[in-house]
């Protein structure tokens, strides 16, 4: 069976059962504390909890999608056989009860007739898991009742952690569940255990029925819905793989199609490195989608995310010797995959931000890697050096550093990223505030033209170090290996002067340091930001130039801003350069 018959079989079923098919919703969800859609009932969050009314909007409590999904807690984990960053999950729910809407009976006696009578699966395969209770939710007597009288036989009962779905966030609807798990056989793993366990992979769970009763709350206490309501969950690569007898979803048609065009690229076979392989597939497929939604590689949040994806190709196109020069011919093959469902897919766009972003980081990348080449042990000093200087994320370091046997302390390099952070926030928190001069002000905003300037000319791998400002100049450090040349110099002042001639605005925006991170807002102190913070955003008409955190002040447009001159360009510690200018 191949992906696009099991899709329409799914919604096929349940639309002749009544529920109306809903498309899916952005990976980018309506909530916006949380980074990506990560399940398919995100969307109908707002109507599980009664918030809005379900029968005004979709006038049926009977719904049923294939939602796209996006994970990153795994992003080290992609290569094994079961882990993606993307995925699909197919999911039927049943909001708010009257006659004719269903509960336990209905969700139990529906997942076992599609799995059963639809897809040909064998029943004593499955293995049911049922919530055991906990001190204010008793154990689910009625969902085993229920599997019972459905003839299955096998149950393993699990708490809260394997079996309470929810909420998705730190409030929100949630509830008990029962989870089918599917019994691969003793030749998959142990010969006596159950879903859940810990040494194999002999379950693989195929779908989840959450029974959602419940409402967490701001102050972590369970309240009980006005409602009842279903809610599910098919990890559709995982069931594909299993309808197909393959141990994993990059056996089916949704990557072998892309796997075979990458081996006409590469020097490598996919059975000779099927890792590298598979992440390279899930990622290309990945940043596929992020860039669907109009996602941009940059060093913060979303973005960050797919920067890393889009490297971590590149990096494992070398393993395999890939002909990056391919990557239209990559990417078509996702979108003939997918477009029929996904038409934001556009081939052109995402191989366009492909390359800039190849660009970016191939000059970067040599650069490091002969840099690790040279050491035969990397402290956390060092580690953080490859991060800074040569935009090295840590698990590339990691992967880098384990090839030659060589242990990373990945403590001591958090402590190192803190240290740093501390610094930068001392030099950034000097000097303003509310009785800076209007000079200072001007220099202030200069010295975001300056930083994002500096950016373009030299490489994101600069990273704001300190700043200090009074009434008669600028002093900024950052992160730099080299002197500056007399024609980077230039350029920068060029560019900043351009800006001021161009006229710009500066618009403050207070909103949550989550939203500001995931606008894009440039951030070199994190840890230390309060909740709410002051965005300052350098835009014209036709450009936003520069958008940062920062405490402010600012002048409020470019009038009057005068010439931006640099007086010196020095060094000031290691890798680190430093930056006087003017304003006149
Ligand atoms: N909301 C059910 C699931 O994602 O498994």
Redesign the pocket.
């Known amino acids: 069976m191949d992906s696009k018959e099991l899709r329409s079989l799914f919604l096929n079923y349940f639309q002749e059962k009544g529920h109306k098919i809903v498309a899916s919703s952005s990976l980018i969800p309506d909530d916006d504390t949380v980074l990506f859609t990560t ?3 995100q969307q109908f969050a707002p109507y599980l909890s009664s918030q809005k009314n379900v029968l005004e909007k979709f006038q049926t409590r009977h719904l049923c999608s294939c939602q796209k999904c996006f994970r990153t807690d795994d992003i080290e984990e992609i290569g094994d056989d079961t882990h993606q960053t993307f995925f699909e ?1 197919l ?1 039927n729910w049943s909001i708010g009860q009257d006659q004719a809407g269903y509960f336990k009976e209905g969700a139990i006696k529906y997942a076992l007739d599609f799995l059963v009578n639809k897809l040909g699966l064998v029943k004593d395969k499955f293995h049911i898991t049922i919530f055991k209770g906990n001190s204010f939710i008793p154990k689910d007597e009625e969902a085993k009742e229920i599997w019972e009288r459905h003839g299955i036989t096998h149950f393993h009962e699990f708490g809260e952690a394997d079996n309470f ?2 909420p998705v966030s730190n409030v929100g609807p949630c509830g008990p569940c029962s989870e089918i798990h599917y019994d691969r056989g003793e030749e998959y793993g142990c010969k006596d255990c159950g879903p859940n366990c810990d040494y194999c992979k002999r379950f693989v769970e195929i779908w ?1 029925l ?1 029974f959602m009763e419940y409402f967490k709350n701001e102050k972590g206490e369970y309240e009980k819905l006005k409602q009842t309501n279903i ?3 098919i990890g559709f690569e995982r069931l594909l793989a299993i309808l197909n007898k393959e141990n994993s979803a990059y056996e089916t048609d949704l990557f072998s199609d892309l796997i075979k065009e990458i081996e006409k690229h590469a020097t490598l076979k996919y059975k000779d490195d099927k890792i590298a392989y598979r992440i390279i597939a899930d990622h290309l497929r990945g940043s596929s989608f992020l860039i669907g939604e109009n996602i941009l590689p940059s060093n913060t949040e979303r973005g960050y995310i797919l920067r890393r994806l889009l490297r971590r190709i590149i990096r494992y196109a070398r393993i395999i010797d890939l002909d990056l020069n391919s990557i239209d011919r990559l990417i078509k093959v996702i979108i003939l995959k997918y477009h029929h469902i996904y038409p934001e897919l556009n081939q052109e766009n995402i191989v366009n931000i492909f390359n800039i972003e190849k660009q970016k980081f191939a000059r970067t990348l040599e650069k490091g890697l002969k840099e690790i080449e040279k050491l035969t042990e990397i402290t956390p000093r060092q580690a953080f050096f490859l991060y800074q200087t040569f935009g090295f994320p840590i698990e590339m370091i990691k992967e880098e550093a384990n090839k030659k046997g060589i242990e990373i302390d990945e403590k001591g390099f958090k402590e190192e990223l803190k240290k740093h952070q501390e610094i930068s926030r001392k030099g950034a928190e000097k000097k303003f505030g509310k009785n800076a001069s209007e000079k200072e002000i001007k220099l202030h905003t200069a010295t975001h033209l300056m930083h994002q300037a500096l950016r373009d000319v030299l490489g994101e791998s600069v990273q704001q170090m300190g700043s200090s400002i009074n009434n008669e100049r600028l002093r900024f450090d950052f992160s730099y290996t080299k002197k500056l040349s007399q024609e980077q110099i230039k350029e920068i002042e060029d560019i900043v002067n351009q800006r001021i001639k161009n006229g710009f605005k500066v618009i403050k925006e207070e909103m949550s340091l989550e939203k500001a991170l995931a606008t894009g807002a440039l951030a070199f102190f994190k840890e230390k930001y309060k909740e709410v913070v002051n965005v300052y955003t350098i835009k014209n008409n036709n450009e936003i130039y520069s958008k940062e955190i920062c405490a402010g002040p600012h002048i409020k447009s470019s009038e009057n801003l005068g010439t931006f001159k640099i007086l010196k360009e020095s060094s000031s510690g290691a890798n680190t350069r430093r930056i006087r200018a003017v304003i006149n």
Do not use: L, S
Request: aromatic share 8%.
């Open positions: 399940a398919g009932m999950m999911g779905w929810g989840n959450v809610d599910t969950g």
